[in-house]
């Protein structure tokens, strides 16, 4: 017995699209762009610090005059700078081949990453590493660039050379009292020189 499907009507019946109207072409005088009402403090700063952007804080030499500096005698460090990622060094301060500045002062060692300052990954951790994201990075003293990885302290350098143009001072010169290691001694140096010697 055949089912009653009157209550289904067919598509075509059902079917009223609205008439098909061109959106107008724009005139030759464009309109002006309307204003932004996003504080000035939403907006996105870049990698260079300015004087302008919301909590930036520039920290000259003798580096003692910065938020609660009361509180660290041993004045500003890079460890200090790394938690308060919104303070940084001026590049007009420091001796660099562009900077005419007088007064300029050679980059000081305590405002380097220190030595062992947090390897791509500890032993703690197993083979994983770090998580993603969670990876210790360094920042630069100058801008907003951060490094991450084993290489990182090499790549800072290299950062703080090539863009800011501030040359790290190289901490074995002058350090006389470093420790000799495998390799370092005079029975390997006159190793070394026998090699050189015989590949002539």
Known sequence: ???????FSSAAASFHPAPYTPTPQPSSSRTAPR?????????????????????????????????????YPEGLTYSLMAENPEWF????????QSNPNPHAISYPPHLEPPRGWCPAKKKDRGVEGWPE?????????????????????????????EKHKIAMSNRRD???DR??????????????????QMTY
């Not at 017995?1 to 209550?7: G, T, V």
């Not at 060094?89 to 660099?96: G, H, P, T």
């Not at 420790?179 to 050189?196: D, E, I, K, L, Y």
């Open 89 to 96: 060094l001026d590049a007009n301060d420091f001796i660099s």
């Open 179 to 196: 420790p000799r290691g495998r390799g370092s001694g005079s029975t390997f140096s006159f190793f070394m020189m026998c090699v050189a």
């Open 133 to 161: 994201g969670e990876e210790p990075r360094l920042r630069c003293t100058f801008c907003r660039r951060t490094y991450a990885g084993v290489n990182a302290k090499s790549m800072w350098r290299r950062h703080v050379f």
């Open 35 to 71: 204003p932004s009402n996003r504080s000035h403090e939403s907006l996105t700063v870049g990698m260079d610090p300015q004087t302008t952007d919301p909590d930036v804080l520039f920290i000259h030499p003798p580096f003692n005059t910065f938020p609660n500096s009361i509180v």
């Open 1 to 7: 017995m055949p089912l009653n499907l009157a209550f």
């Open 174 to 176: 002058g350090n006389t």
